[in-house]
């Protein structure tokens, strides 16, 4: 099983940019995808991206693409999401969850709350 | 894009039997999977690939697909069932995770 650790809130001013850390406990997540899912508040779940365990190469929700970039450091097992040009609509909980290539998303972090305020 | 229809909210009295459509153009030809989100919590996985049960899951959640209605049927509802719930398919025509809107399960 493996356990997903996120990083603290953030507040961010609008234009400005962010990045969120998901560290993996108990198991490595190489042999996984990493998934971002985004829930604005009082919404429902939001696909914004993945990372291919094998290649490292990504995906991403339309509505994310140019904006979102998704790295990993496999010697810390610790995966980034950095969003950049942040807008007030962007305020929302961020989760990094572990799954398959077919969306079965089966771990997820506990998720970390980023506010887009000036 | 792919649009998942959801109802948002659904009542049912415990003992009883929750059934949860996911609309969808063709979704019986596609794995959908299924999550339950309890207020302030993340989500947690119930079915997978249409009718898988992760571990640790009650056998009391079941899903099913057909056509263009996938389907998740809580059985034997209990007050602590009580969360809101996506569907979820991967979308080639787009190359991305599509979620519901999620319907709201309230028990009596």
């Known amino acids: 099983q493996v356990q997903l650790v996120q990083s603290g809130a953030e507040v961010k001013k609008p234009g400005a940019s962010v990045k969120v850390s998901c560290k993996a406990f108990?198991?490595?997540?190489?042999?996984?995808?990493m998934h971002w899912v985004r829930q604005a508040p009082g919404q429902g779940l939001e696909w914004v991206g993945w990372?291919?365990?094998?290649?490292?190469?990504?995906n991403f929700g339309q509505k994310f693409q140019g904006r979102v970039t998704l790295t990993r450091d496999t010697s810390i097992n610790t995966a980034y999401m950095e969003l950049i040009r942040l807008a007030s609509d962007d305020t929302a909980i961020f989760y990094c969850?572990?799954?398959?290539?077919?969306?079965?998303?089966?771990?997820w972090g506990q998720g970390t709350l980023l506010t887009v305020s000036s | 894009s792919y649009v998942l229809t959801q109802p948002p909210s659904l009542s049912v009295a415990p003992g009883q039997t929750a059934t949860l459509p996911c609309g969808g153009i063709?979704?019986?030809?596609?794995?959908v999977h299924w999550f339950q989100q309890k207020a302030g919590q993340a989500p947690v996985l119930v079915v997978y690939?249409?009718?898988g049960r992760p571990s640790g899951i009650p056998e009391r959640f079941s899903g099913s697909n057909s056509e263009n209605t996938a389907t998740l049927t809580i059985s034997r509802v209990e007050a602590g069932d009580e969360a809101d719930y996506y569907c979820?398919?991967?979308?080639?025509?787009?190359?991305?995770?599509?979620f519901g809107s999620g319907t709201k399960v309230t028990v009596l």
């Open positions: 063709n979704i019986g030809t596609e794995g």
């Open positions: 990372m291919n365990p094998n290649s490292g190469g990504t």
């Open positions: 969850v572990t799954g398959s290539a077919s969306g079965r998303m089966e771990f």
């Open positions: 979820q398919v991967y979308s080639s025509k787009s190359d991305s995770f599509v």
């Open positions: 108990g198991d490595t997540f190489t042999g996984h995808y």
């Open positions: 690939d249409t009718t």
